[in-house]
């Protein structure tokens, strides 16, 4: 299985600035994916990374939003732009299993509040 | 417009009793069905999934149950043990939106000793 690591685990921002969360995985992945989990809500997907093309957005979310950088197989971030409070949530990345299989392993979690 | 429901927010179960989760769907493009795990300020951990053209898959302790032409994906955890306390998440995927996994809004699942 992937191992995924999410930097920072956990930030307090203030309204206005931005964040840019980091996510690593072990091995190299083609496709990795950017969720969002609102306070007490499911997860929901802002976004799918793919290396060398630009992400595609699901509704609801824009880039200037939530720009993502994926510059290789092994990386990438998502950055929470211009922070209101509605933006506190946990932000999760996840990658597939494998280029078969519909499984994904997810990172950790990062734990955004906004104030 | 909500394609996945968990109805039950909370289920509490005697360890050693089956623990029964419930998911429904709207979506019929939908034809491969996952089960998550989530304990606190951890990220999701895959638990069992199945394909639509199956009706049961069984790992361990572990069986989901899928009704296809009511929509309706279940599992069932016997016995329960308090180490099962945690977040469920049903998942699908399937039609346009393969890869893309659709979360039910969860279900926590507390086991008593």
């Known amino acids: 299985s992937a191992v995924i690591s999410q930097k920072p685990s956990r930030d307090i921002c203030q309204r206005g600035t931005s964040l840019t969360i980091q996510c690593q995985v072990d091995s190299q992945v083609t496709m990795m994916f950017w969720y969002r989990q609102q306070p007490g809500q499911s997860l929901t997907l802002i976004a799918t990374?793919?290396?060398?093309?630009?992400?595609?957005?699901e509704s609801g979310f824009v880039i200037d939003k939530f720009p993502i950088s994926r510059p290789n197989l092994t990386f990438s971030t998502l950055t929470v732009s211009n922070m209101s409070p509605e933006d506190s949530s946990i932000y999760l990345c996840s990658v597939e299993k494998g280029p078969t299989s519909y499984e994904q392993y997810f990172g950790p979690g990062t734990r955004l509040t906004v104030t | 417009d909500q394609q996945v429901k968990q109805n039950s927010p909370s289920l509490s179960v005697q360890e050693g009793r089956i623990s029964i989760l419930n998911c429904d769907y709207t979506?019929?493009?939908?034809?491969?069905f996952l089960w998550y795990k989530k304990y606190p300020a951890e990220g999701p951990t895959f638990l069992i999934s199945?394909?639509?053209?199956?009706d049961k898959n069984e790992d361990g302790r572990f069986t989901v149950f899928l009704n296809k032409s009511a929509k309706h994906l279940s599992l069932h955890i016997v016995p329960s043990q308090p180490g099962d306390s945690a977040v469920y998440f049903c998942?699908?995927?399937?039609?346009?939106?393969?890869?893309?996994?659709?979360f039910g809004q969860g279900t926590i699942l507390t086991v008593h000793p």
């Open positions: 990374a793919n290396q060398g093309s630009e992400a595609t957005y």
């Open positions: 998942a699908f995927t399937g039609g346009t939106s393969y890869g893309k996994l659709t």
């Open positions: 979506n019929s493009m939908f034809d491969y």
């Open positions: 199945i394909s639509s053209i199956k």
